[in-house]
């Protein structure tokens, strides 16, 4: 691969990169405060390329015997080498240097980024990985948002209901988002994958469901509950910590949210 080739795919890279970050496709793999970092990497790959171009043709924009001699006579010609027979030296990018071949992998998360849609993560990794809530937390909860039912998160359900014992609950109803995936003993919890970082550090926060629970509904399937604290725990096979359950009164089916991730 010789540096007009590098060109072309940091620019391809780059380009995948921006459509990416300027759509909602990026919150696949990362957290939504990451867009400005996304854009600005896929603009300085773009600029390398460019660079990299510019530097590449300017010798063939520049070479002498382009330019006309300024006394009106003929174009200066390159000296020949005539008795060592090997090839003239003035030549732009007689002898380039070029890459390993490998260099061209470097097209395939571009293509991937361009050609392929991936889910969010889901089901399936919820079911390798152990509750996210591993770990008692001394902070105190502020009140629940105002309304009937209160809007909150899988994640702060969980940690109010595992940490805080319920007490910053209460008796108010609640209104939870997540998708469906297999729980210990088979039936369906309601999940949701909270990041660091990125895709590759997610971790489910798993949440069982009491009362009028949802039954035969499909892995993946995202729904809206609302419901009430239950004091009532089960332990993730996993890596054995508590899951929390929530009373759950009515639920509908809803489409995935735009941010998959908590």
């Not at 001699?69 to 390159?78: C, E, F, H, V």
């Not at 798993?206 to 629970?213: Q, V």
Request: proline share 10%; hydrophobic share 40%.
């Amino acid at each position: 691969m010789n540096r007009m080739a590098q060109a072309c795919v940091l620019t391809f890279l780059g380009a995948a990169v921006l459509r990416a970050s300027v759509t909602d496709l990026y919150l696949r793999y990362v957290k939504e405060g990451l867009r400005p970092f996304l854009i600005a990497a896929s603009l300085l790959l773009i600029a390398v390329a460019v660079m990299t171009l510019w530097y590449e043709l300017r010798p063939y924009i520049d070479r002498p015997e382009d330019r006309n001699d300024p006394a009106g006579g003929n174009p200066p010609q390159p000296a020949e080498q005539s008795t060592s027979g090997s090839a003239r030296q003035d030549l732009p990018n007689e002898h380039a240097h070029h890459e390993p071949r490998v260099a061209w992998l470097l097209l395939l998360p571009a293509l991937g980024l361009l050609l392929v849609s991936p889910p969010a993560l889901g089901s399936f990794a919820a079911g390798q990985a152990g509750t996210a809530l591993s770990a008692d937390q001394d902070d105190d909860y502020p009140p629940l948002p105002p309304g009937d039912p209160a809007t909150t998160t899988v994640f702060d359900y969980a940690s109010r209901a595992l940490f805080d014992k319920g007490e910053s609950i209460g008796n108010r109803r609640v209104q939870l988002t997540g998708f469906i995936t297999p729980g210990p003993d088979g039936q369906p919890i309601l999940a949701r994958m909270i990041l660091s970082c990125c895709a590759a550090d997610g971790r489910p926060v798993k949440l069982g469901m009491a009362g009028s629970a949802p039954t035969g509904l499909a892995n993946d399937t995202w729904i809206q509950v609302t419901g009430r604290y239950t004091d009532r725990i089960t332990h993730d096979p996993i890596n054995d910590e508590e899951i929390p359950y929530i009373d759950i009164e009515s639920w509908r089916q809803v489409t995935a949210p735009k941010d998959p991730y908590e």
